[in-house]
């Protein structure tokens, strides 16, 4: 029976590790997706994305089979060479993010903005799926 030496920090120490090196590679080389907020009102669902300093020529909307896909690409324009940057903490590159549609939504008349940085998404409820008031009549 051979005796091993238990070292309490070694998991610490190999999260530091992990640690570090993230935030040493450089930022065009990490994943990132734009932060979006989705609501619903009585007459449409809408999508709102953050993607600030995204071209609106690198943005692209698609909607197939039920689902709705926001993609586009934030371009990382290195000014000097990269010289001067103490950190780079923003995510560049590609991105995308896909969300189902219910069939109550009308995906053939989809409207999209673009102000402030915000991609902003409406999709209109079909007729049969707005609430409607129905009339009470009274029977003697």
């Excluded at 990132?32 to 943005?59: M, Q, T």
């Excluded at 690409?73 to 060479?81: L, Q």
Aim: hydrophobic residues 35%; without cysteine; proline residues 6%.
């Amino acid at each position: 029976m051979s005796l091993s030496h238990f070292d309490p920090l070694a998991n610490i120490r190999l999260f530091e590790d992990a640690f570090g090196r993230l935030l040493s590679e450089p930022a065009a080389s990490r994943p990132w997706s734009p932060a979006v907020d989705i609501y619903e009102s009585e007459n449409e669902l809408v999508l709102k994305a953050d993607v600030p300093d995204v071209d609106l020529k690198d943005i692209n909307v698609n909607v197939e089979n039920q689902t709705l896909t926001v993609s586009g690409e934030r371009k990382f324009e290195k000014e000097d060479g990269g010289k001067g940057y103490h950190r780079i903490e923003r995510g560049y590159g590609a991105f995308s993010r896909s969300f189902a549609v219910p069939g109550v939504y009308d995906v053939e008349h989809i409207a999209a903005t673009y102000k402030n940085g915000v991609l902003t998404v409406s999709l209109p409820k079909k007729e049969t799926a707005k609430p409607r008031q129905i009339k009470i009549e009274a029977k003697n």
